[in-house]
């Protein structure tokens, strides 16, 4: 699948690691349950990356539900790029980098469907680099900025800053310190109103698989009003990664 971004777009997000790998030092003076997150989801002698390389493939609610093949870049202090094909002959890519939010499909290569790059654009899209963090887990530790709190034993919230957005994400844990869902507030307009403002948004894991060192949401159910009697119009995108490669050079 032809990979549809920007000249220069994969450079800005690709990043090499830490000169370290993990270890229990990492997680030194976290709170207890978010170390027990942290330590079930990364294996010792990881490399410390904070970008890697994914595919996936699903289906995603555009009007109807269809089915999708993805490929990604993800670096959760920079941002992402999502490159996707729909039912065949929907493409197109979602992106953020350098504060820039960008939205670009097509129909069958020649049709233009969705071209978007507003402000508001651009803040969701930070948002939703936030939520992607679940697919690199070592970029969400201590020394890459990011702080952790804990309200008890199964509930934990990651908290940092991507460019001028402030991000909260708060993740529900299962008895081995994996995740069962996330939730945040992400800026957006999910009822096409023309008025955007901060709605929940999020979703539940489905299934997990082990990639290049850690263990991640390789499965689940995401969208908006995750969490409240909205979530059942919200929910828009069902997705399995199939292959993940953290970037190690």
Do not use: C, N
């Not at 777009?9 to 990043?15: I, P």
């Not at 969705?114 to 948002?127: F, L, P, Q, T, W």
């Amino acid at each position: 699948m032809r990979f549809p971004v920007p000249a220069g777009v994969r450079d800005e997000l690709v990043s090499p690691p830490a000169a370290a790998v993990f270890a229990d030092a990492e997680l030194d003076g976290l709170p207890a349950p978010a170390r027990r997150h942290l330590a079930a989801v990364i294996a010792p002698g990881t490399a410390l990356a904070t970008s890697a390389r994914l595919r996936m493939r699903g289906r995603i609610k555009v009007g109807r539900w269809l089915p999708f093949t993805a490929r990604q870049i993800v670096a959760p202090h920079r941002g992402f790029v999502w490159a996707a094909r729909a039912a065949g002959v929907i493409t197109g890519s979602d992106l953020y980098v350098a504060g820039r939010g960008e939205m670009r499909w097509t129909l069958l290569g020649l049709v233009p469907l969705v071209r978007a790059d507003s402000a508001d654009h651009a803040r969701s899209a930070a948002g939703r680099a936030a939520g992607e963090a679940v697919w690199i887990p070592t970029a969400l530790l201590p020394r890459f900025g990011v702080h952790w709190s804990a309200s008890d034993d199964r509930h934990i919230t990651a908290h940092y800053r991507l460019d001028s957005t402030d991000l909260d994400v708060h993740y529900e844990l299962d008895g081995d310190g994996r995740l069962r869902s996330f939730v945040f507030d992400r800026w957006g307009d999910p009822g096409r109103t023309g008025s955007w403002s901060l709605h929940p948004f999020g979703g539940e894991v489905t299934g997990y698989a082990a990639f290049d060192g850690v263990s991640i949401p390789a499965a689940g159910r995401v969208g908006w009003f995750f969490g409240t009697d909205r979530w059942h119009e919200g929910e828009f995108f069902r997705y399995r990664i199939t292959d993940l490669q953290l970037v190690t050079r």
